[in-house]
């Protein structure tokens, strides 16, 4: 089993950048999907981006053309480069790897509850918290 470490987070204000590293230990992930999730105020993690093993990605509406998600197979990590920040991208960023239900394309991925997280892909992370400020 994996291990999962998110790192990047951090203040900005408005209108800034920050970019987020998920690296994998215990494992080799050049053939695993990885998505990042986030979860604001509440109990809900939403599906932000993906990145599969050919390469092919995901974008939420919510941060198309402002997020770019890429992976270095070679030091095991994903990265979400993150810009013009807004303050509704304030949350607790999670990633995830492959889905043990179905895949990341499957519409029951794109909300979940962060409680039950952990319990739905192979390995999920502890989260890094990223705060917008105006």
């Known amino acids: 089993e994996g291990h999962l470490v998110e790192s990047g987070g951090g203040s900005v204000q408005a209108g800034g950048s920050l970019r987020l590293s998920c690296t994998a230990s215990g494992i080799i992930w050049e053939d695993s999907d990885v998505g990042w999730y986030r979860q604001g105020p509440g109990n809900a993690c939403d599906l932000v981006s993906t990145?599969?093993?050919?390469?092919?990605?995901y974008y939420a509406d919510s941060v198309k053309g402002r997020f770019t998600i890429s992976r270095d197979n070679a030091k095991n990590t994903v990265y979400l480069q993150m810009n013009s920040l807004e303050t509704d991208d304030t949350a607790v960023y999670y990633c995830?790897?492959?889905?043990?239900?179905?895949?990341?394309?499957?519409?029951?991925?794109?909300?979940?509850?962060?409680?039950?997280?952990?319990?739905?892909?192979?390995?999920w992370g502890q989260g890094t918290q990223v705060t917008v400020s105006s």
């Open positions: 995830a790897d492959d889905p043990i239900y179905g895949d990341f394309s499957d519409t029951a991925l794109r909300t979940i509850a962060c409680k039950t997280a952990p319990t739905l892909f192979d390995n």
């Open positions: 990145i599969g093993p050919d390469g092919n990605t």
